[in-house]
């Protein structure tokens, strides 16, 4: 089993920056995929961004040049790096992770309010 731990959401205003961190436990040795998912009230989980256990990066439209996830293989943490926030960023942001046996998981989740 994996676990994911997120931290460092919060409330930010308007062209702010916020950097979340989320760290996996377990059974990490088979993560290959990493990332962040967001979901707003009212609308359904959507991706901001994944990397792979060989750096390769997938952003959503909506963040990409604003947004810069980065991660340790060996340690299986991912850091969302959130710049240039707007309110239309607020959500729960959560962490994801899945395996090479096509296991996925989620972290509990972590609220970023963007006020403007």
């Known amino acids: 089993q994996v676990q994911l731990v997120e931290s460092g959401g919060g409330l930010v205003q308007a062209g702010g920056s916020l950097r979340l961190s989320c760290a996996a436990s377990?059974?990490?040795?088979?993560?290959?995929?990493m990332g962040w998912y967001r979901q707003a009230p009212g609308k359904q989980r959507e991706l901001v961004a994944t990397?792979?256990?060989?750096?390769?990066?997938i952003y959503a439209g909506s963040v990409k040049g604003r947004f810069t996830i980065s991660g340790d293989n060996a340690k299986k943490t991912v850091d969302l790096q959130m710049n240039s926030l707007k309110p239309e960023d607020t959500a729960v942001y959560y962490c994801?992770?899945?395996?090479?046996?096509?296991?996925?998981?989620w972290g509990q989740g972590t609220q970023v309010t963007v006020s403007s």
């Open positions: 990397i792979t256990s060989g750096g390769s990066t």
């Open positions: 994801y992770s899945r395996t090479t046996t096509l296991r996925s998981n």
């Open positions: 377990g059974s990490i040795f088979s993560i290959n995929i």
